[in-house]
């Protein structure tokens, strides 16, 4: 379903930083995609295991982060263009829209430790920024299998200072008094939200596999605040408020 954006979301995201999408798709609509994306993160768990169990930030027994699927797999690609997507990407983005990055993201069955608060903005620092993530889920996202919560209103306060854990960047203590507020949402649901919006993921308490889809999409051209290089992408979305 083409979501028909309405004033309130609009200020919601201007404001808040995020919005919920709700239903955008159904089960059926998303079949053959998980089909494609679970077989890609058994692929990717099997190399993990042989390789001791832990990637990265990836730990094969609580939580794995897969990436650049919509590169590597056509059907996933055509998945990440669909006019659903336009639609938010024109309305928040902009005519001229990229995939920047695309990764599946599945806590596994009652590991203990929470994903930490963060900008996706604090991974790699570009400009323009910030971008869009659509955090699709793949299942039920709820507050005991580690759904997302937001932190609202951060996006207006730029990037803030990270350090780095064992388990990524930390921009925000789960210490503070202040930790957001929980997004659950249904299958097929989504989270809009800025690359600058702090959000984390709660511990997964439940007895079963928490599946999301994390679709992001930037502005074109793209450029690295470090260097200034251009950010060479492999699947333009929009150009000239056109779907390509």
């Known amino acids: 379903m083409v979501p028909q954006i309405t004033d309130d979301q609009r200020a919601q995201m201007r404001e808040l930083g995020y919005v919920v999408f709700e239903d955008i798709f159904t089960v059926d609509e998303m079949t053959d995609l998980i089909t494609e994306l679970e077989a890609d993160e058994a692929r990717m768990r099997a190399s993990l295991a042989a390789s001791g169990g832990e990637s990265g930030i990836s730990r094969a027994d609580e939580i794995t982060f897969n990436d650049h699927i919509a590169e590597r797999n056509p059907l996933v690609r055509e998945f990440t263009k669909r006019p659903e997507f336009q639609a938010l990407c024109k309305e928040f983005i902009g005519d001229n829209v990229d995939l920047y990055w695309n990764q599946t993201v599945f806590k596994q069955p009652e590991g203990a430790r929470e994903f930490p608060w963060h900008q996706d903005d604090a991974y790699t620092p570009v400009t323009p920024a910030p971008y869009l993530t659509l955090w699709l889920a793949l299942n039920d996202a709820t507050e005991e299998n ?15 200072e990270h350090h780095p854990s064992p388990i990524g960047w930390v921009g925000h203590s789960s210490d503070d008094p202040d930790q957001g507020v929980l997004a659950p949402i249904r299958a097929g649901s989504l989270i809009c939200f800025w690359s600058l919006t702090m959000h984390k993921s709660g511990s997964n308490r439940s007895k079963g596999v928490r599946k999301a889809y994390v679709i992001q999409y930037s502005a074109y051209p793209l450029h690295r605040v470090a260097d200034g290089e251009l950010i060479e992408v492999e699947i333009p979305v929009l150009r000239d408020g056109i779907g390509v």
């Not at 580690?146 to 803030?160: F, T, W, Y």
């Open 146 to 160: 580690g759904c997302i919560s937001v932190l609202p209103g951060s996006h207006k306060d730029g990037l803030r």
